[in-house]
C-alpha cells in the first residue's frame, strides 16, 4: 500500500486465487516453483527469485521520467 513492489519469477503455475493485489500472508500457496525463463533444456534446478521494487512509479522531479 506504500507504493512498493513486490513479485515472484520462475513460478510453474500460479495460483488462481492469486489476482494483481491480492494480499498473501506467510504460508499461503501462491504457485509452483518452476525454471520458466532458462534457456538451457538440460537446466533441472527449479528456482525462485522474489523481488521487492521501492515504489518503482514514483516521479523523480530532477528527471521527469518515471524511474
Given at each position: 500500500?506504500?507504493?512498493?513492489?513486490?513479485?515472484?519469477?520462475?513460478?510453474?503455475?500460479?495460483?488462481?486465487?492469486?489476482?494483481?493485489?491480492?494480499?498473501?500472508?506467510?504460508?499461503?500457496y501462491i504457485?509452483?516453483?518452476?525454471?520458466?525463463?532458462v534457456p538451457?533444456?538440460?537446466?533441472?534446478?527449479?528456482?525462485?527469485?522474489?523481488?521487492?521494487?521501492?515504489?518503482p512509479f514514483?516521479?523523480?522531479?530532477?528527471?521527469?521520467?518515471?524511474?
Amino acid at each position: 500500500m506504500d507504493g512498493n513492489v513486490t513479485f515472484y519469477s520462475h513460478l510453474s503455475r500460479i495460483s488462481p486465487d492469486i489476482t494483481i493485489g491480492t494480499q498473501v500472508d506467510t504460508g499461503d500457496y501462491i504457485g509452483n516453483i518452476g525454471i520458466t525463463g532458462v534457456p538451457d533444456k538440460n537446466y533441472k534446478d527449479v528456482h525462485l527469485h522474489f523481488e521487492i521494487q521501492v515504489n518503482p512509479f514514483r516521479e523523480d522531479p530532477l528527471r521527469r521520467v518515471f524511474l
